[in-house]
């Protein structure tokens, strides 16, 4: 079965979830052009969900993808957030923050039986997952409707895992990729490899279709892609500077200048490894930093020194999400990025 039987689309082409960057806006754009929009729910509580699901069944009728994370939330670490917070002790100097009124608090929370329940009143077409799978009660309780389910896989062992848990198709996330990397087996970033060497291993690997994530920006890409094995292409990226995404003005400027060809893996953000443009803060304390608590909570701290910082049009401690090719991104219309994606999957037929 080829993916665009198995999800309900025209095109084999998969607009990537983007947390923070992102909101149904971009999501219909690319289901109306025949792809498969994605909204990003990681950082959404249960009503705005709602509302944001609302606007999708409003505006298109195309299968579409809700995408959630489904980590483990940590033990908080008190001495490990004092060091946190020490690192960073020069910045709330600098910036006048007093590191003592900055709550503790998790910024994402994880895929659950609440958000279950609002998608149980829209029923996705699609569900996916970063950092593997919920609890197996969650995934069968999606299923029930009828949804896809899909998950980032990036070693050939954790595209197993997925396969054996039950997942319709397996996204293999390069290590160009932008955002968070989904790895969940280990936390070796060793482990990481690039998006067509990782492809054709996964491809010889598992028998569910398997779609190309990372690096992968223009219809060349989507080519070279399909020729080793792919269903389909998830890409990111390239859509930032469209219309219909929500990405910041500094984000964006961020995007067409040339600190966007040097990016970096950093736990800096949120504790986790995830690509963004090398800024300030990561070129300070170093990408990876072992005194950054784990993920997410390493998002409270430097919260307000992003907050500060960007009140003043600095983006030294904003996390600038963008894969390691930003060669794609091009203030194009979400559809007409879509079709030009699309004649890259077209040429391999």
Request: with cysteine.
């Amino acid at each position: 079965m080829s993916l665009q039987q198995l999800l309900a689309i025209d095109l084999p082409i998969i607009q990537a979830p983007m947390a923070g960057v992102q909101g149904s806006a971009l999501a219909v754009a690319v289901c109306n052009a025949g792809g498969l929009g994605s909204l990003p729910c990681a950082m959404l509580g249960v009503e705005a969900m709602r509302k944001e699901l609302a606007a999708i069944k409003a505006q298109t009728s195309r299968p579409y993808n809700v995408n959630f994370f489904c980590h483990r939330l940590p033990e908080p670490d008190a001495g490990r957030e004092a060091a946190w917070r020490a690192a960073l002790g020069p910045h709330f100097g600098e910036y006048g923050i007093d590191p003592g009124s900055i709550p503790v608090g998790p910024g994402r929370i994880p895929f659950s039986s609440e958000a279950a329940e609002v998608l149980e009143e829209f029923k996705p077409p699609v569900v996916s997952f970063h950092f593997g799978l919920p609890p197996a009660e969650l995934v069968e309780r999606v299923k029930r409707w009828g949804a896809k389910v899909l998950s980032s896989a990036t070693t050939v062992e954790e595209a197993r895992w997925l396969e054996a848990h039950g997942v319709d198709a397996v996204i293999a996330q390069g290590v160009e990729a932008g955002g968070h990397r989904g790895m969940f087996l280990s936390e070796d970033i060793s482990t990481q490899v690039g998006s067509f060497a990782l492809l054709p291993q996964v491809a010889r690997a598992v028998k569910v279709p398997v779609i190309a994530a990372g690096g992968i920006a223009d219809a060349k890409g989507v080519a070279a892609a399909m020729a080793l094995g792919a269903a389909g292409v998830q890409v990111g990226t390239a859509f930032l500077l469209c219309p219909e995404a929500a990405t910041t003005p500094l984000h964006r400027a961020a995007l067409k200048s040339e600190a966007a060809h040097v990016t970096a893996l950093t736990n800096l953000f949120t504790g986790r490894p995830a690509r963004g443009i090398v800024n300030r803060v990561m070129r300070e304390l170093g990408p990876i930093s072992t005194a950054a608590p784990a993920f997410p909570l390493a998002t409270s701290a430097i919260a307000p020194l992003r907050a500060k910082a960007e009140s003043l049009g600095q983006t030294g401690f904003t996390p600038l999400w963008a894969g390691q090719n930003t060669s794609g991104c091009k203030e194009v219309s979400a559809a007409l990025l879509v079709q030009e994606l699309a004649q890259g999957a077209q040429a391999t037929r």
